[in-house]
């Protein structure tokens, strides 16, 4: 089914159906941070006429998303394949990919040159979710790890030490916030806690806008 993403300030859809579980992403509303993925900070949805023609979100050639997710100023997809994308602010290093640069706001940074999330040595992701400045994903293994901001221990991580943020601070340098023998079945996130949801208990939420369960 369709999607909906919010930020602060913004929201991304994913276009998808039963029939068609992967689609485009398109988004609306503040871009100071390229949170939009065009390649510019101008805001979309401020004027008539300009929801019908958004443009989709490149996400590289050949691709669509299954899952969009917002937190804080950035959007992150998980792909038909099973990786990761992120795009927006990447102030403590949220997007994943080594730096603080943001990602969206210039052209040239989309689509293929847009770098997926390093989830690890052969692993891929089964879910993802952003909260406020950080994010994180349910690997196939069943383990979650996170990046980002980490000032209220948020990632897992047993520090207080932000990751993402610089080489060699992503990928297998990320210590797993929930170990394969607790296998995450959900994950949501809210500021500034990340919530998972182990396979052996049942799935009771009373606040379901911050969970997800896998399928």
Same mark, same amino acid.
């Given at each position: 089914?369709?999607?909906?993403?919010?930020?602060?300030?913004?929201?991304?859809?994913?276009?998808?159906?039963?029939?068609?579980?992967?689609?485009?992403?398109?988004?609306?509303?503040?871009?100071?941070?390229?949170?939009?993925?065009?390649?510019?900070?101008?805001?979309?949805?401020?004027?008539?006429?300009?929801?019908?023609?958004?443009?989709?979100?490149? %996400? !590289?050639? #050949?691709?669509? =998303?299954? /899952?969009?997710?917002?937190? &804080?100023?950035?959007?992150? *997809? @998980?792909?038909?394949?099973?990786?990761?994308?992120?795009?927006?602010?990447?102030?403590?290093?949220? %997007? !994943?990919? #080594?730096?603080? =640069?943001? /990602?969206?706001?210039?052209? &040239?940074?989309?689509?293929? *040159? @847009?770098?997926?999330?390093?989830?690890?040595?052969?692993?891929?992701?089964?879910?993802?979710?952003?909260?406020?400045?950080?994010?994180? =994903?349910?690997?196939?293994?069943?383990?979650?790890?996170?990046?980002?901001?980490?000032?209220?221990?948020?990632?897992?991580?047993?520090?207080?030490?932000?990751?993402?943020?610089?080489?060699?601070?992503?990928?297998? =340098?990320?210590?797993?916030?929930?170990?394969?023998?607790?296998?995450?079945?959900?994950?949501?996130?809210?500021?500034?806690?990340?919530?998972?949801?182990?396979?052996?208990?049942?799935?009771?939420?009373?606040?379901?806008?911050?969970?997800?369960?896998?399928?």
């Amino acid at each position: 089914l369709p999607q909906l993403a919010s930020t602060d300030g913004s929201f991304c859809r994913l276009e998808a159906s039963p029939s068609q579980p992967s689609g485009a992403v398109r988004c609306w509303g503040h871009n100071v941070r390229g949170q939009l993925g065009q390649g510019d900070t101008l805001t979309r949805g401020n004027l008539p006429g300009s929801m019908d023609s958004l443009l989709p979100v490149d %996400l !590289g050639a #050949g691709h669509h =998303a299954v /899952r969009v997710t917002g937190g &804080g100023q950035h959007f992150c *997809a @998980l792909l038909e394949d099973r990786r990761i994308k992120c795009w927006g602010s990447n102030t403590n290093g949220q %997007l !994943g990919l #080594g730096d603080t =640069a943001p /990602r969206g706001a210039f052209p &040239g940074e989309m689509g293929d *040159a @847009l770098t997926a999330v390093d989830l690890g040595m052969g692993r891929t992701a089964l879910q993802v979710a952003a909260g406020k400045n950080f994010s994180c =994903a349910v690997l196939d293994t069943g383990a979650v790890r996170c990046w980002g901001q980490n000032n209220f221990g948020q990632l897992g991580q047993g520090t207080f030490t932000q990751m993402g943020d610089r080489p060699g601070a992503v990928g297998d =340098a990320l210590a797993l916030a929930l170990a394969r023998s607790h296998f995450a079945r959900a994950l949501g996130l809210a500021e500034p806690l990340a919530l998972a949801l182990p396979l052996s208990k049942p799935l009771r939420l009373n606040r379901c806008l911050f969970f997800l369960a896998l399928q």
